[in-house]
């Protein structure tokens, strides 16, 4: 057997393979395509359409795709082959530039918001050369971004690419003003924790909540879940290690640094962490692990749950988003520094995330909404649906004192200098941590932990970087016409922690008495669900700074909201009409079949003789019979108000009928059938229970 570093990133060309297979000048150049951004020549595409098709060839692969991310949230790929006809009768395997640089696939079915009208139904994807090619399943995937025939984004590479641009930009005009002329290229880098749920594929097929919306509809709580912390860092079960050997290998093969993998908080609840990468690549190679970890479960007899809450009453599974800027010189932002000039550097940086937080915690919390995460965020859950950032005690000391121009009181290392007459030199080493906070400074880089589990890291991401950019452009709008940059930065510094300060919040997070001081104090915004926060991209504030960075058109931003609300109706629709399924054709006839039974037992024991017929045995059965009743009639009403739904005027009052009507509908059925399975025999209840689920996954 060979070791990792013999196959790592075996099914990837990546720049070894470029460098070993392009002659140098087609190297040279591509390689200033994917660094620069230069324009790629036709001649220059075709030599690596060509020497990528015979790499892929070499290893197997038959077809390739155009491989992209349209919003739907996962990947979309059309498989063509290689093979052309020869005149012999045979054929040979032809790749040229135009088909790696262009694809056209039938885009009608792919969701636009209204951007592309039907009878222009073609979109084109665009080969994105700064991430890697790879094979997956004998396929040459090629990266693409998708677009309308008009240019407008129908996918979620295209913003990002756009957003990291207006972030280079900014950046790049502060980084001058510091006097570092040498960096060509600022770019935000990402490593995203994924978690997961593993459970076992014969109970999954018996349960038709998760096969049709990836989480259960309903379950009664069982006698234990998390309380004994037994879980977290235990020990990894040699089944699910079997599992993780295998996905690490095959992320390896694919180039994707997998690097932590660990128990969760809940049962059945895992989590893996790559080595942190550029934000594009990190993007795509999270949907790929995502796919990965799904098929390589399936080979072990499991099913892998991406749902951001599998599972009601127990831990949901979150993506945390770790995140920070830097050089094409190997400086990291975000990383205090040695000197007090880099230090001021950093604080530049620093108050322009933290001013971007604040302006923007709407963009943010839209980023990562989906109906799926609604039941995380803002129920009492981590993190909470308030947006607040947590610095830590020494940097949130050091703010203090440049606010109110006090000398520092380091609070345990006191290392205050009035570096370059006006900011403090402090120690890089912030170890204190907090895990409560939905945006938390971790020493060189934040952690952005609201994303849920399913989604693409692409549209946070977009949403961070646009709003930093936009801090930037403020700074340096300000910055660069001062004749006293010193004394105009620290004012700049200054004023930026005055009128931001709200957003900083160092304890805890899941505390109720901080969402009443958040809310009512400070006045931040507190959207617990995606209707109440989705229509708010559409304000004038938001339009203006998206269209302003060109991370978005307008009518872009119009279309995405549109989609994220008619995902968000069309999920609970779903998962409405499953529980009355579910409801009607196995909860009750099983209650039913129990009922019989005791019944019968009674009616055989009364004649044999009637003082045997205990207690008991009547409560039940009239205690179970009102609860079929119950359950009958909650279905029928659940089915009621959602065909009510279909009356509203738009899309946005769609969302908030489901969200005020279907919802709790939905939930007054999940009690009473939660109740019942706990009065009913386990003989008869028609699938497998939570305790079965969370506890299935056995060697
Ligand atoms: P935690 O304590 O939250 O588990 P880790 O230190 O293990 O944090 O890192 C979690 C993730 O953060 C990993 O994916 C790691 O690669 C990533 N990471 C570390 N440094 C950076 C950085 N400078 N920029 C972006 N991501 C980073
Ligand atoms: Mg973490």
Redesign the pocket.
């Known amino acids: 057997m060979s070791t990792v570093s013999d196959y790592f990133g075996c099914n990837v060309f990546d720049d070894r393979v470029m460098k070993a297979v392009l002659p140098s000048d087609v190297y040279k150049s591509l390689r200033k395509t994917i660094d620069e951004g230069k324009k790629l020549e036709l001649s220059v595409a075709n030599a690596v359409a060509e020497a990528m098709k015979d790499w892929a060839v070499e290893k197997g692969a038959t077809h390739f795709t155009h491989w992209f991310q349209p919003l739907t949230g996962i990947t979309a790929e059309k498989h063509d082959s290689f093979i052309t006809p020869s005149p012999d009768g045979g054929v040979i395997m032809e790749f040229s530039g135009k088909e790696l640089i262009k694809g056209e696939p039938d885009a009608s079915s792919f969701p636009s918001g209204g951007l592309r009208a039907t009878f222009e139904a073609r979109g084109y994807t665009a080969w994105d050369p700064t991430s890697y090619a790879f094979i997956k399943d004998k396929t040459l995937c090629i990266p693409t971004a998708f677009c309308s025939y008009g240019g407008e984004a129908l996918d979620k590479k295209t913003p990002l690419l756009r957003s990291m641009e207006a972030l280079n930009k900014q950046a790049l005009r502060i980084l001058k003003l510091f006097g570092n002329e040498d960096v060509k290229r600022v770019t935000t880098?990402?490593?995203?924790?994924q978690e997961y749920f593993l459970i076992t594929k014969e109970m999954y097929e018996k349960r038709s909540d998760l096969k049709f919306t990836g989480r259960t509809l309903f379950g009664a709580k069982p006698p234990k879940t998390q309380e004994m912390d037994d879980h977290y860092f235990g020990t990894i079960q040699p089944k699910v290690q079997e599992y993780m050997k295998d996905l690490n290998e095959e992320l390896w093969k694919l180039g994707v640094?997998a690097?932590?993998e660990h128990n969760e908080v809940a049962p059945a609840q895992h989590e893996l962490?790559?080595?942190?990468s550029s934000t594009n690549i990190a993007t795509d190679q999270n949907q790929l692990t995502m796919e990965i970890m799904q098929k390589v479960a399936a080979r072990h007899g499991l099913v892998c749950l991406l749902h951001e809450k599998p599972f009601a009453g127990v831990n949901g599974s979150g993506k945390?988003n770790?995140?920070?800027i830097?050089t094409d010189t190997g400086v990291?932002l975000?990383?205090p520094g040695d000197t007090p000039y880099e230090n001021a550097q950093f604080l530049t940086f620093l108050c322009a995330v933290i001013k971007a937080v604040d302006d923007y915690q709407d963009l943010l919390r839209i980023s990562v909404a989906t109906a799926g995460n609604d039941h995380r965020l803002g129920a009492n859950e981590a993190p909470p649906a308030v947006i607040s950032i947590f610095l830590g005690e020494e940097l949130n000391g050091i703010l203090e004192a440049i606010e109110k121009d006090a000398p520092y009181k380091g609070v345990e290392k006191k290392q205050m200098k009035l570096g370059v007459d006006v900011l403090p030199r402090f120690n890089r080493d912030t170890t204190d941590?907090n895990r409560t906070s939905p945006f938390a400074f971790?020493g060189?880089?934040f952690?952005f932990r609201m994303l849920g589990s399913s989604n693409s890291i692409a549209c946070a991401n977009i949403m961070l970087n646009a709003s930093v950019a936009e801090s930037l452009k403020i700074f340096a709008d300000e910055l660069e016409k001062s004749k006293n940059f010193e004394n105009d930065l620290h004012k700049l510094i200054q004023k930026t922690i005055k009128e931001h300060k709200r957003i900083i919040f160092n304890g805890n997070g899941y505390d109720d008495a901080w969402i009443k001081e958040a809310t009512k104090k400070r006045k931040l915004l507190n959207l617990r669900t995606t209707p109440d926060c989705m229509p708010l991209i559409l304000s004038d504030k938001n339009v203006t700074m998206l269209t302003g960075h060109k991370v978005f058109s307008k009518a872009e931003i119009e279309s995405r909201c549109e989609i994220m609300l008619e995902n968000y109706s069309k999920t609970i629709i779903i998962e409405a009409n499953t529980m009355v399924d579910m409801a009607k054709s196995q909860i009750a006839p099983a209650v039913e079949s129990y009922i019989g039974d005791i019944a019968k037992t009674a009616l055989t024991k009364k004649q044999l003789d009637p003082k045997l017929v205990s207690k008991y045995e009547k409560d039940l059965i009239k205690k179970l019979s009102v609860s079929v009743e119950r359950i009958l009639d909650l279905a029928d009403s659940l089915k009621q108000e959602v065909s009510t739904v279909s009356g509203a005027k738009d899309i946005i009052e769609e969302s908030c009928m489901i969200r005020d009507k279907v919802l709790p509908a939905m939930n007054e059925l999940r009690v009473v059938c939660d109740e019942a399975e706990t009065l009913t025999d386990r003989a008869h209840w028609p699938f497998p229970t939570y305790g079965d689920l969370l506890f299935g996954v056995k060697n």
């Open positions: 880098s990402v490593g995203p924790e640094l690097k932590t962490a790559p080595i942190y945390h770790n995140w920070s830097g990291n975000l990383s941590r971790t060189n880089k952690e």
